[in-house]
């Protein structure tokens, strides 16, 4: 069970409202651990989602598949409002590309 566990996807933060470091896990969406320090954070949410992976199998309750062992197709199918298309498609033209290629790159740029 270690092995999964370690296949999760995990984030630690402050938080000034609890005065401590929040530990969560991505695939476990409603668990989360607090702590003093980032490192006992990370370790106390590992042992929550290594309970909660034993008891999911006890009880024959399917365990989330690690976001790191997923295949994606790199296909998105999303709705937008009309004009948003419209201002896409004109941004697209204006600049000579595509407009898959233009929302790919405003997607990945970062702030």
């Known amino acids: 069970m ?3 566990i370690d296949r999760y996807t995990y ?3 402050w938080s000034d409202e609890d005065d401590e470091y929040v530990a969560l896990c991505a695939e476990f969406g409603l668990l989360s651990h607090l702590d003093d320090t ?5 370790t106390g949410i590992r042992n ?5 992976v034993q008891l999911n199998r006890e009880e024959d309750i399917p365990v ?8 994606y197709s790199g296909t998105i199918t999303l ?5 948003t298309h419209r201002a896409l498609a ?8 595509s ?7 405003r997607l990945t740029l970062r702030p």
Request: cysteine-free; hydrophobic content about 45%.
């Open 48 to 52: 929550v989602v290594a309970h909660a």
């Open 99 to 105: 407009m898959n290629r233009l929302i790919t790159e």
């Open 11 to 13: 984030r630690v933060f």
């Open 79 to 83: 709705r937008i409002p009309p004009e």
């Open 90 to 97: 004109m941004d697209a033209i204006e600049a000579g590309v």
């Open 64 to 71: 989330p598949e690690p976001l790191s062992t997923r295949r």
């Open 2 to 4: 270690a092995e999964l």
């Open 38 to 42: 980032p490192e006992k954070a990370l």
